[in-house]
C-alpha cells in the first residue's frame, strides 16, 4: 500500500509495548525520509522511551542531533500553554512539510477539547502542509475530529474491544463481521509486530 506523501492524519494504534513508536520511527527513516522538512515530537515520556533513545538521528532527547526536530515534553501545569505552543508551531511552520507526532498523549486533557489547537490542526493542517500523526494505545482515546480526518491507520492487537470494534466501523474497512473475527486473531498472534 502506498502511503499518502501530502499533507494528512493518521493514527497508529495498540497496546503498551507493540511497536507503535518503533513502526513510525522506521517509517520516516525509509517511506517519509525527506518528506517532512519539520518534525515536532509531544511525548510525556521520551526521556525513558527505548525507540527513541535507540535512534542515532534523535540523540539526546534534550538537544536532538537532527537540527529540524522539535521535542516537547506536553505535561505543562497550564493547559493553553501547550496549545499556545502548538499555534506557534503552526504559524511559524506553516508552508513547510511539518509532521507533528502526538505520542502516548492523545487522551490528555490538553488534547482532547473540540476546539483546541490538535482539532484545528485536523482540520486546516493541510492547507499550512502540516500533517498529524497520533500514536495512542486506544483508539478511542483520539480526538474525535482528528479520527474523522485520518487517511490512514496502523492498527496493531489491542485487548480494548470497544477500540478495535470502533475504529473498523468508523473507517468501513473490514465489511463482515466473520472477517474483523478473523484479522483480530491475526493480530492477536502477532501482538508486537
Not at 538537544?63 to 503552526?90: C, S, Y
Request: hydrophobic share 35%; aromatic share 10%; glycine share 4%.
Amino acid at each position: 500500500m502506498e502511503l499518502p506523501k501530502y499533507p494528512h492524519c493518521a493514527i497508529i494504534c495498540g497496546q503498551t509495548g507493540c511497536g507503535k513508536t518503533e513502526f513510525v520511527l522506521d517509517l520516516l527513516e525509509k517511506e517519509y525520509c525527506h518528506v517532512f522538512k519539520h518534525i515536532v515530537i509531544l511525548c510525556p515520556t521520551i526521556q525513558w522511551n527505548k525507540a527513541y533513545k535507540n535512534r542515532e538521528w534523535i540523540g539526546d532527547v534534550k538537544k536532538p542531533k537532527t537540527k529540524n526536530l522539535i521535542i516537547v515534553n506536553p505535561i505543562v501545569k497550564e493547559e493553553e500553554k501547550l496549545q499556545e505552543l502548538l499555534r506557534m508551531f503552526f504559524k511559524k511552520y506553516a508552508g513547510y512539510p511539518t509532521l507533528y507526532i502526538i505520542d502516548d498523549c492523545s487522551a490528555t486533557k490538553e488534547l482532547t477539547k473540540k476546539k483546541d489547537m490538535l482539532s484545528e490542526l485536523a482540520f486546516s493542517g493541510r492547507h499550512a502542509e502540516q500533517s498529524v500523526w497520533v500514536i495512542s494505545q486506544r483508539y478511542n482515546s483520539v480526538l474525535k475530529d482528528l479520527r474523522e480526518q485520518t487517511k490512514w491507520l496502523c492498527m496493531f492487537y489491542t485487548k480494548d474491544r470497544d477500540s478495535f470494534d470502533n475504529c473498523l466501523r468508523e473507517n468501513d474497512v473490514i465489511p463482515t463481521l466473520e472477517e474483523r473475527q478473523r484479522i483480530k486473531e491475526e493480530l492477536k498472534k502477532k501482538e508486537t509486530s
